[in-house]
């Protein structure tokens, strides 16, 4: 089965991504933070998060992203050995052909065992982070998507998910990402002018 994309408007229209017809954009009935835009899709346990964060210019543009993702999993309170960094590299300018190719992009592969909510059952989540570092705006843009590959028999997510991905076809979950980065763009650089 084909996915079909939209074309959705992020902080007001100042930034575009094409994102699957079936994610819905949570922000309708839960309230996210101003620098997140956070859409998800119940049935198969993924999610899409955009965050706007501060440049961290005490660090290298290729140890960014595993900074941003250390302090993903610190802030969700999940032990060390319960994450692991897969594998993480360099966008190439076809991947994100809508930024200069001198603006350092990354792309990792991370896999977390997590509980939901406040259940004590973990599911096994993959986590695709991209990294836009934008030195002259002083920020650094994080494109994430997160899918549940393994869900324990206990969580809440097996009463709702009905197309999980196996672990063994992490290939389709990838070029879903690579095609959301694809068409990342953005329009209007006065977003991330700071007071």
Known sequence: MSETFEKRQLYGGAIEIDIPRRFIDVTS???????????SDEKSDQSVIIELNEFQDHISNANAIKHHYEVLVEDAGISTDKSVILNFRELTQAEMPNFDASIPKYVLLAQQKIAKF???????????????????????????????IALAPTSSSV???????PSNDQSKSEQLFLT????FKIKDYSLFVHN
């Open 29 to 39: 009935y839960r309230h996210i933070p101003d620098h997140q835009e956070l859409f």
């Open 118 to 148: 406040n259940e004590t059952a973990e599911n096994t989540i993959n986590i695709y982070m991209a990294l836009v570092r934008l030195e002259k705006s002083k920020t650094d843009l994080l494109i994430t998507f997160n899918e549940a």
């Open 180 to 183: 959301m980065l694809k068409s």
């Open 159 to 165: 009463a709702v998910v009905q197309n999980l991905t």
